[in-house]
């Protein structure tokens, strides 16, 4: 049988940032790979359309089974395969092209909200056998997280690929940059996701 291919994406720093856990993630699998599984990487840029338009372009250029997109939640101490993504841009910060927006929609021809197809509560079984915290979370927010994956659930509404998204908390090494909030290693992260990778490709 033929390996399945799965789309793995992470983003870049993000507001003054120098590090991005969901980017480094990715790195590591990548260049170490998961037997048996077709592997594509990207790292995206954090800014509105640019990035939501890069996955598209990579969905279909690639045509995998499974996407699963990583990004960055600071305040979170698990790993949080998210189950709802909402047809909203509304953030306090601008990204990384300087665009803020506030109360937009993202696509006005799209539903309100799409639910992930990641078998997500699988995926949480999976990562918490291995002593590492996780949990299903509601929403991505309204940020560039949510907006990728409101497009990628949108695109892909008549397919049979299996799409969503997983928040990770912040790595050690951002500790001075946000003092006080919780962290995870980022050797825990990288089993979490290949956890949810190898429970996804066995859907």
């Not at 279909?60 to 699963?68: D, K, Y």
């Not at 309204?142 to 908390?169: D, K, M, R, W, Y």
Request: aromatic content about 6%; some cysteine.
């Amino acid at each position: 049988m033929a390996s399945k291919k799965v789309l793995l994406t992470g983003f870049e720093p993000f507001a003054g940032a120098s590090f991005n856990p969901s980017g480094a993630v990715v790195q590591e699998i990548a260049e170490h790979g998961i037997d048996g599984i077709e592997i594509v990487t990207a790292i995206l840029p954090v800014e509105y359309k640019r990035s939501a338009e890069i996955l598209i372009n990579l969905i279909e250029t690639h045509q995998p089974s499974v996407v699963i997109s990583l990004g960055q939640a600071e305040g979170r101490d698990f790993i949080g395969p998210e189950q709802v993504a909402i047809n909203l841009a509304d953030a306090r910060i601008a990204d990384n092209a300087g665009v803020k927006l506030e109360n937009q929609p993202i696509n006005t021809a799209a539903a309100d909200a799409y639910f992930s197809s990641l078998p997500i509560r699988a995926i949480v079984d999976a990562i918490s056998a291995l002593g590492i915290s996780a949990k299903i979370s509601l929403s991505a927010g309204a940020f560039i997280c949510n907006e990728i994956f409101f497009t990628a659930q949108s695109f892909l509404q008549e397919s049979t690929v299996i799409s969503g998204f997983i928040h990770l908390p912040l790595a050690p090494n951002q500790s001075s940059e946000f003092p006080g909030v919780p962290t995870m290693p980022i050797e825990d992260q990288v089993k979490a996701i290949r956890a949810a990778i190898k429970v996804s490709t066995d859907v």
